[in-house]
């Protein structure tokens, strides 16, 4: 460690702190490995590679959203993925009055927090990065079409949000809203066959 404390106390306790997140790091890296090993072997497998191709859905985000969600050709559409997902925003009704307020939170926590750092992503202009290269490359045209396409809608919305001067937190979930729109489309054009195990 080249930093320098007056007090050796601090050095030490420095060094814990460097060391404590040294040895989370490769603990990451083996958990993610052993993801990496496990995946392929699932029925969702192609799934959980085609959501890959959408930004902020990495290995470890891809499967959760999968083992969370389950199959989602069991949603008849993307409203309602959204909403079990607990995506929408809460109302309350009375009469003719109609009133909007925070997302309801009932659905999957797991699900949603994967959507909700990937939202964060999109805060950055449009590019296929050369780390997400790899991902794309034995996809189908259309999942990566779709995932590009997704990219540049979700990176305009936000930056439209922001300017429109909505809280950051509320722009996060929309786009997360739009992702899991997204990740419908691509998982029922890659699922498995019905009945696959």
Request: aromatic share 6%; net charge positive.
């Amino acid at each position: 460690m080249d930093q320098a404390f007056p007090h050796p106390a601090q050095q030490v306790a420095c060094q814990e702190y460097l060391d404590a997140v040294n040895e989370l790091e490769v603990r990451v890296e083996r958990l993610t490995g052993r993801v990496r090993d496990l995946v392929p072997a699932r029925s969702m497998a192609p799934v959980v590679e085609a959501l890959q191709a959408m930004r902020g859905v990495s290995l470890v985000a891809a499967p959760a959203l999968v083992a969370e969600v389950g199959d989602m050709r069991r949603f008849d559409n993307p409203r309602q993925l959204m909403a079990y997902l607990s995506l929408v925003p809460s109302e309350h009704s009375s009469g003719s009055k109609r009133r909007q307020g925070a997302i309801t939170k009932v659905g999957s926590p797991l699900a949603r927090r994967m959507l909700v750092e990937g939202a964060w992503t999109y805060r950055l202009p449009a590019r296929v990065s050369a780390q997400m290269r790899p991902r794309l490359a034995d996809l189908p045209r259309e999942v990566r079409e779709i995932a590009w396409k997704a990219q540049l809608r979700l990176c305009a919305r936000y930056r439209r949000l922001r300017a429109s001067g909505k809280r950051l937190q509320v722009v996060v979930t929309a786009i997360a809203r739009e992702m899991a729109g997204f990740a419908w489309v691509i998982a029922r054009m890659v699922a498995p066959p019905a009945g696959a195990a």
